[in-house]
């Protein structure tokens, strides 16, 4: 079963919002170009991926303009770092599984990797072979928005507001279902940073940490 990583998002007496990682890191900017955490496994280096889709975010309904901006920002970026690889994206994605009749397998994988971290063949098997592609990216959102941070001391307090985005990838072998890679990554805003402005990091650092370790 797969280990999950969370957003931490909370009211503290110190600035400190960060991603429960082994590493324990913050989301401040000296860090933020390095991804947080991630897994690599043997069997990438060998796996063709020429072709790959990008299944829509499992809990794109909360984030609905995060989804499609992160989404959009990771191809983007992966197609200028890793101009060799097609992604097929979400919303074409979506149009597959429907053509081919997929959307019952499609619930029963996502809710069953979802809730048990094993990914089941039929689902990946059908699309592999309809969408001619080599494996799948699942990701989920873990931040997208404006929190507001409290701070204490002498007892006075004050409060600021800062943009924190944050997701994770998953990437499986179509064929026999292997997780060949998984990475998480999150950023909190300086001053005058958007949500946008965080989302094209994110997605920079995960093409460019695609297939790799933080280190």
């Given at each position: 079963?797969?280990?999950r990583?969370?957003?931490?998002?909370?009211?503290a007496?110190?600035?400190?919002?960060?991603?429960?990682?082994?590493?324990?890191?913050?989301?401040g900017?000296?860090?933020r170009?390095?991804?947080?955490?991630?897994?690599?496994?043997?069997?990438?280096a060998?796996?063709?991926?020429?072709r790959?889709?990008?299944?829509?975010?499992s809990?794109?309904?909360?984030?609905?303009?995060g989804?499609m901006i992160?989404?959009?920002n990771?191809?983007?970026?992966?197609?200028?770092k890793?101009?060799?690889?097609?992604i097929?994206?979400p919303?074409?994605?979506k149009?597959?599984i429907?053509?081919?009749?997929?959307?019952?397998?499609?619930?029963t994988?996502?809710g069953?990797?979802m809730?048990?971290?094993v990914a089941?063949?039929p689902f990946?098997?059908?699309v592999?072979?309809?969408?001619?592609v080599d494996?799948?990216?699942?990701?989920?959102i873990l931040?997208?928005?404006?929190?507001?941070?409290?701070?204490y001391?002498?007892?006075?307090?004050?409060?600021?507001n800062?943009a924190v985005?944050g997701m994770?990838?998953?990437l499986c072998?179509?064929?026999?279902?292997?997780?060949?890679?998984?990475g998480?990554?999150?950023?909190q805003g300086?001053?005058?940073?958007?949500v946008?402005?965080?989302?094209?990091?994110?997605?920079?650092?995960f093409?460019?940490?695609f297939?790799?370790?933080?280190?």
């Open positions: 079963m797969l280990t990583r969370t957003l931490l998002l909370a009211t007496t110190l600035p400190s919002i960060g991603f429960v990682t082994a590493q324990r890191r913050r989301l900017p000296k860090d170009d390095t991804i947080l955490d991630a897994r690599l496994d043997p069997g990438f060998s796996t063709p991926l020429s790959l889709i990008f299944l829509p975010f809990n794109e309904l909360d984030y609905p303009e989804a992160l989404a959009g990771f191809i983007g970026a992966m197609r200028q890793h101009a060799d690889i097609s097929v994206g919303q074409d994605t149009q597959l429907q053509d081919q009749k997929l959307n019952k397998d499609y619930r994988f996502v069953n990797y809730t048990t971290g089941t063949m990946l098997e059908a592999g072979q309809a969408g001619r494996g799948i990216f699942m990701g989920r931040a997208f928005g404006v929190i507001k941070q409290t701070t001391f002498g007892g006075i307090s004050w409060s600021k800062k985005v994770e990838l998953t072998r179509t064929k026999d279902g292997r997780e060949l890679w998984w998480t990554h999150g950023v300086e001053k005058n940073e958007s946008r402005d965080l989302a094209k990091i994110v997605g920079e650092v093409a460019v940490y297939g790799r370790l933080p280190y």
